[in-house]
Nanobody, 124 residues
């Protein structure tokens, strides 16, 4: 089992930045690909970014490419999502996810473990 705990969400003005963190515990963190999704009220869960075991391969959704950056620190069992130039439409609950098979795709069914989410609210 892998436990994932997100942090770093909050309220920010449009144009601002936030860095989300996801701390993992349980099985060997460095053996998992990691990803970030978000879900706004009334909408489906949306893929944002994923990063491979080593951090050498990253995949981004077009909607956040150039604004969001995913990274990981295997020594700290933590994955990050740096979010810049935030917009009101980025308001959502943000979820961290993990997969043992190194899945980096946008299909949420490919991921094995999920955190509880952290709320991000961007005011205009």
């Amino acid at each position: 089992q892998v436990q994932l705990v997100e942090s770093g969400g909050g309220l920010v003005q449009a144009g601002g930045s936030l860095r989300l963190s996801c701390a993992a515990s349980g099985r060997t963190f460095s053996r998992y690909s990691m990803g970030w999704f978000r879900q706004a009220p009334g909408k489906e869960r949306e893929f944002l970014a994923a990063i491979s075991w080593t951090g050498g391969t990253k995949n981004y959704a077009d909607s956040v490419k150039g604004r969001f950056t995913i990274s990981r620190d295997n020594a700290k069992n933590t994955v990050y999502l740096q979010m810049n130039s935030l917009k009101p439409e980025d308001t959502a609950v943000y979820y961290c996810t993990a997969d043992l098979a190194n899945w980096l795709g946008s299909d949420l069914s490919g991921y094995d473990y999920w955190g509880q989410g952290t709320q991000v609210t961007v005011s205009s």
